[in-house]
Nanobody, 127 residues
Framework: QVQLVESGGGLVQAGGSLRLSCAAS????????MGWFRQAPGKECEFVAT????????YYPGPVKGRLTISRDNAKNTVHLEMISLKPEDPAVYFC????????????????????WGQGTQVTVFS
């Protein structure tokens, strides 16, 4: 069992930056690929970043590539999402998720392959 708790959301001006964090419980954090997803009102859950178990590989979809950076610290059971140049289309509830992975380099971007989810943290962007 893994419990995930996100933090760091808030109100930020367009063009600004924000750093989200996700703290994981349990001693098996390093066995999981980690991902960040977001969901805006009336929209489907959207994948925004994933990182492999070892932290070696990461992947981002086009709309956020270059603006978001995912990182993890397996010693501290944490994963972070650095967001820069925030845009009006970025506001959403951001969720951290964990997926069992078979290798240290596997990256996973499909929501249904994630086993555990946090409660989310709200990000609001104003212009």
């Amino acid at each position: 069992q893994v419990q995930l708790v996100e933090s760091g959301g808030g109100l930020v001006q367009a063009g600004g930056s924000l750093r989200l964090s996700c703290a994981a419980s349990g001693r098996t954090f390093s066995r999981f690929a980690m991902g960040w997803f977001r969901q805006a009102p009336g929209k489907e859950c959207e994948f925004v970043a994933t990182i492999s178990r070892s932290g070696t590989n990461s992947y981002y979809p086009g709309p956020v590539k270059g603006r978001l950076t995912i990182s993890r610290d397996n010693a501290k059971n944490t994963v972070h999402l650095e967001m820069i140049s925030l845009k009006p289309e970025d506001p959403a509830v951001y969720f951290c998720a964990a997926a069992r992975a078979d290798s240290d380099i596997a990256i996973i971007h499909v929501p249904r392959e994630y086993n555990y989810w946090g409660q989310g943290t709200q990000v609001t962007v104003f212009s």
